[in-house]
């Protein structure tokens, strides 16, 4: 090889990230993870299997936010349909299936994402941002005053399903065996997201956030992709809702307040959109804020953390996982 | 169903107070966005913080024009402040970190007013009570009085705008920023002056609302969502349409919570918007451009 | 102690300005000057960073390198508000007039400063609609009801209301029928005789090489010659070179 050729090989395999070093640092977590539940109290193991519902809430709000520069602020009904219709699934249908929870979740789920891609592909930027919010607002209402149906204020309760496989086996969840489906089916996301995002069509939605009129002009049928990418970040949003259902035996309206997708773009942003990790990360981060501040303040834990996420905007606006890769470039 | 005339009557002039209310909330966010670009998330924030200072002044003076005064001016400074602190450095940025900023301060200062002023409602007693005829109904002075005050101080802001010196320049500002620079107009002064207009107009509502439903920490979020929608119903920067829309959007509402819950008829505010952005997507009363 | 005076600083000096749109580098190191009540020209082809010059020296962008200084005074980060107070005015191309704000407000943007004397504002007003007498007449109307000339007369007036020590001309002529051109010609004229020092980028060679004392030409983001008027009044080869007329 001539010095040359060895030369610029020496520079790209420095420059580039390394592929190992990801599936290390990937491993390790999911060791870490794996081991969660047999070494934590009760209340810390629900609190890390929490943090997997809500970072895959994150992840599939990132896929709209991070790499198809479309601002949703309405995951929140996503999550919501996906939880409900769980729950509806878990009422209505005895024994109680898991699988037919899920598969109520994600139509359910699905519906809404359709419609909003709908008005995705008519709406730019801030309009389309505020008309999220609203349909959030629009479900948060049928479901908050459909009292027949939904429960209203005070939502629905279920038992969870076992995992089962009809006519083979059925074993009650443990809070284990819980744990480690939740870990199970975030981790399978995380791998199909990545995979996806780093594909041509992943390649496409960023071009369509750099700068959409040129990826139109190139030739793409920009509308196709922000469908594509709504529907998918539905349903993903919807998956964490049935997630959240199975986990913690309820559904209730306050999950599809508006509040809770901007505490989803809150988690975005303070991870660094656009790296699908980030979001998770920026998820646990929250959540632990919160649960450190609210021993001491109890409700008032959002005034700290408000201020922080609005600091965190001005000045690292690249987010946590953002600012830790700058530092590593160093 | 036949509903009484004298309901819908009374249900006409709610609507027109309840829009002269919104018009004056949402005056102040479409000026605040029409000059800086600013979606101001907070809004709804300011608007329950200035009914709040207007409760502990009425508690320490009895004097309701006072409390009204006081808010309107502590409020306005306290958008002064957040404007200097947190949007000057972001702009010029992508205006997704405005909308993200705004959030986060608008969280901060509802859990701030829970944390001072408790979860428990307050109330500002109305300045004066006793009811006109109206027909033959009986309707309320105050309400009245609360709709010309809203118009009486939104006129005021749009002669401001018209024909006062800087009025001109908050203009200018709005039309093209960088030339209003270019010719000394000190761009960053007027963007804080604007924003605490906007702030204390969003304070005076919430005073003047405040009689009608208790003060509490909640009720900015309703207003801020409203003000939104009657924003782009009428036309983003675009203030005769804000107003506009504002009464139409309250009356509409007005009139659907004679049928439903009105819990359920706020949704009426969220179809015309999701109508207005699909058929007329710059405004309800604005001509679409060509 | 010498017999000759020190030469004074002149009024507006650009060093080694580089300045970037994006990623995109415009300026690579620019260098001129303007003497008190100069005029000076600045030509060459489309996309050298004429325009790019002016907006940095008006502080409309922000230059990564290099030193603008005005009557020997640095300027270079200051934000253009603050440079229009200290006497730059600045008449950008296509002119940009407050197209929803009357002449008279259009005007009034930059005569209402402080510490202006209301009899001195008067005083502005009647010079300018004696060069300008068509805006005296359309003083109430929006400015985007003017012709493309009008709009041109308007933003020069404007930027006269802040009695600038320099003023920076953007294309002043493009697009104008021959007899607006006559007329920006003598405005030109005026300013100077005023004192009033001017730096015309310019597509209109002629015109410009009639109204300088000096000119400047540009080429790919640096200044690439540099010599009087007169001289370059007849030599056609380096006019050719650069400008490809």
């Known amino acids: ?141 049928i ?66 956030r750099e700068n959409e009129p040129r990826t139109r002009a190139i030739g793409y049928h920009v509308e196709r992709y922000k469908i594509v990418s709504v529907m998918l970040s539905g349903c993903f949003a919807g998956l964490a809702g049935v997630l959240y259902a199975v986990q913690n035996k309820f559904a209730a309206p306050d999950f599809v307040f508006f509040l809770i997708s901007g505490e989803v773009v809150i988690w975005n942003v303070m991870g660094g959109i656009g790296t699908l990790v980030g979001p998770v990360v920026g998820a646990a981060f929250f959540l632990l804020l919160r649960e450190m501040f609210s021993r001491f303040l109890t409700e008032y834990y959002l005034i700290p953390v408000g201020i922080i996420f609005t600091a965190m905007v001005i000045f690292v606006p690249q987010g946590l996982i953002g600012f830790l890769r700058r530092k590593l470039n160093q | 169903m036949t509903i009484p005339v004298d309901q819908i009557l009374i249900q006409t002039l709610n609507g027109i107070v309840t829009g002269m209310i919104l018009a004056l909330v949402a005056s102040g966010l479409t000026l605040i966005f029409g000059i800086m670009d600013v979606v101001n998330f907070a809004h709804g924030e300011l608007f329950m913080l200035g009914a709040y200072v207007g409760t502990t002044t009425m508690v320490m003076s009895g004097n309701f024009w006072l409390s009204l005064v006081v808010a309107t001016m502590t409020i306005a400074l306290l958008g002064a402040a957040i404007q200097v602190t947190t949007l000057r450095p972001l702009l ?160 509409l509402e007005a009139y659907a919570s004679l049928v439903v819950s009105p819990a359920q008829a706020v949704i009426v505010s969220f179809v015309a918007l999701i109508l207005t952005l699909l058929f007329r997507p710059t405004g309800l009363f604005v001509p679409t451009p060509k | 102690m010498s017999a000759t005076p020190a030469r004074t600083a002149p009024l507006v000096a650009v060093e080694g300005i580089h300045t970037y749109y994006g990623k995109s580098h415009i300026l690579h190191g620019v260098s001129l000057e303007v003497k008190t009540g100069e005029v000076v020209g600045l030509l060459g082809r489309n996309g050298v960073g004429k325009s790019t010059t002016l907006k940095t020296i008006m502080g409309l962008v922000h230059p990564t390198e290099g030193v603008i200084q005005l009557e020997g005074r640095p300027i270079t980060r200051l934000p253009a508000y603050r440079l229009a107070k200290l006497g730059i005015g600045y008449v950008p191309e296509d002119r940009r007039i407050f197209r929803l704000l009357t002449v008279m407000e259009n005007l009034r943007t930059g005569l209402d400063r402080h510490g202006v004397a209301e009899s001195r504002k008067r005083e502005l007003l009647d010079k300018v609609f004696q060069y300008f007498p068509v805006l005296a007449e359309r003083r109430n109307q929006a400015g985007g009801t003017l012709s493309g000339g009008e709009q041109q007369m308007l933003a020069i007036a404007r930027a006269m209301m802040l009695e600038p020590k320099i003023i920076l001309l953007d294309e002043p002529t493009e697009g104008l029928m021959p007899r607006m051109v006559s007329q920006i010609r003598e405005i030109v004229g005026a300013l100077h005789a005023e004192g009033v020092a001017i730096l015309l980028v310019e597509q209109n060679v002629p015109l410009t090489l009639e109204a300088s004392q000096r000119v400047y030409i540009m080429e790919k983001g640096v200044v690439r010659h540099h010599a009087p008027a007169s001289d370059l009044r007849h030599d056609d080869a380096v006019i050719h070179q650069y400008l490809g007329v």
């Open chain 2, 92 to 251: 010029g940025r992508d205006p997704l970190t405005t909308i993200l900023a705004t959030f986060g301060i608008s969280l901060v200062l509802q859990n701030y007013a829970l944390w001072q002023y408790g979860p428990v409602p307050r109330k500002i007693l109305e300045p004066f009570t006793g009811h006109f005829n109206f027909f033959y109904l009986e309707y309320p002075w105050y309400r009245l009085v609360i709709a010309l005050l809203s118009a009486a101080i939104i006129t005021a802001l749009y002669l401001f705008l018209k024909f006062g010196t800087y009025g001109v320049w908050i203009r200018a500002t709005t039309q093209d920023r960088i030339m209003a620079a270019a010719m000394g107009i000190p761009v960053p002064a007027v963007h804080t002056i604007v924003f605490a207009i906007g702030s204390g107009m969003a304070a005076a509502s919430g005073v003047l609302f405040g009689p009608l439903i208790g003060v509490n920490h909640a009720m900015g979020l309703d207003w801020v969502l409203k003000a939104f929608i009657v924003v782009v119903v009428g036309g983003m920067g675009n203030l005769g349409g804000s107003i506009l829309a504002s009464i139409f959007v309250s009356l």
């Open chain 1, 1 to 141: 090889m001539s010095p040359d050729a060895a030369a610029v090989a020496t520079v790209r395999a420095v420059a580039r990230p390394s592929a190992l070093g990801f599936w290390v640092g990937f491993a390790i977590v999911l060791a870490a993870l794996i081991a969660a539940p047999l070494v934590l109290p009760e209340f810390w193991r629900r609190f890390v299997t929490e943090i997997l519902i809500w970072g895959l809430l994150a992840m599939s709000s990132d896929i709209l936010i991070g790499y198809t520069g479309m601002v949703s602020f309405g995951h929140s009904a996503f999550f919501g349909l996906g939880m409900y219709g769980a729950a509806a699934a878990l009422l209505s249908v005895k024994p109680p299936n898991l699988w037919l929870a899920l598969l109520y979740g994600l139509v359910a789920a699905a519906a809404v994402a359709a419609f909003v891609a709908y008005f995705s592909t008519r709406l730019r930027d801030i309009y389309f941002s505020i008309t999220t919010l609203v349909f959030s607002q629009i479900f948060y209402v």
């Open chain 1, 143 to 208: 479901i908050f005053t459909w009292t027949a149906v939904t429960g209203g204020e005070n939502g629905l309760t279920f038992s969870r399903p076992p995992l089962a496989v009809p006519g083979l086996f059925s074993i009650p969840f443990t809070p284990e065996t819980l744990h480690w489906f939740v870990l199970a089916v975030v981790t399978a996301s995380y791998l199909i997201l990545r995979r996806i995002m780093r594909s041509p069509f992943g390649m496409v939605l960023q071009g369509i």
